[in-house]
């Protein structure tokens, strides 16, 4: 069965960083658009951020902009979720979604549930 594999989580104090990667498995995560969402316990998933299958474009929710950001190693099949100044707000499951919704050429990181590629999560936990 053809998913994605999110590694990187863990457990950080606030203000720490973390590094999330995504990888396809079965087939080449390059040929998609890929987004991040989360969810915190207790609460509805958030999409958070996206990046177009080119590496050209970048969304990125305004609870995470300025402090994450998303870059693709097509070579390595492989997406990254750089999260800087973490809060504890961040706790929760990230998950990585491949073949990502587009509009007018643009990934729309809220669309995670059309995604075609799922994968299991991550869990990042954010003490403060």
């Known amino acids: 069965q053809l998913h994605v594999v999110e590694s990187g989580g863990g457990t950080v104090q606030a203000g720490g960083s973390l590094r999330l990667s995504c990888t396809g498995s079965?087939?080449?995560?390059?040929?998609?658009?890929v987004g991040w969402f989360r969810q915190a316990p207790g609460k509805g998933r958030e999409g958070i951020s996206c990046i177009n299958r080119s590496g050209g474009g970048t969304k990125y929710a305004d609870a995470v902009k300025g402090r994450f950001t998303i870059s693709r190693a097509n070579t390595k099949n492989t997406v990254y979720l750089q999260m800087n100044n973490l809060e504890p707000d961040d706790t929760g499951v990230y998950y990585c979604?491949?073949?990502?919704?587009?509009?007018?050429?643009?990934?729309?990181?809220?669309?995670?549930?059309?995604?075609?590629?799922w994968g299991q999560g991550t869990q990042v936990t954010v003490s403060s």
């Open positions: 079965g087939f080449t995560l390059d040929n998609y658009a």
């Open positions: 979604v491949g073949d990502l919704p587009a509009v007018q050429g643009m990934c729309v990181p809220t669309a995670f549930n059309k995604a075609v590629y």
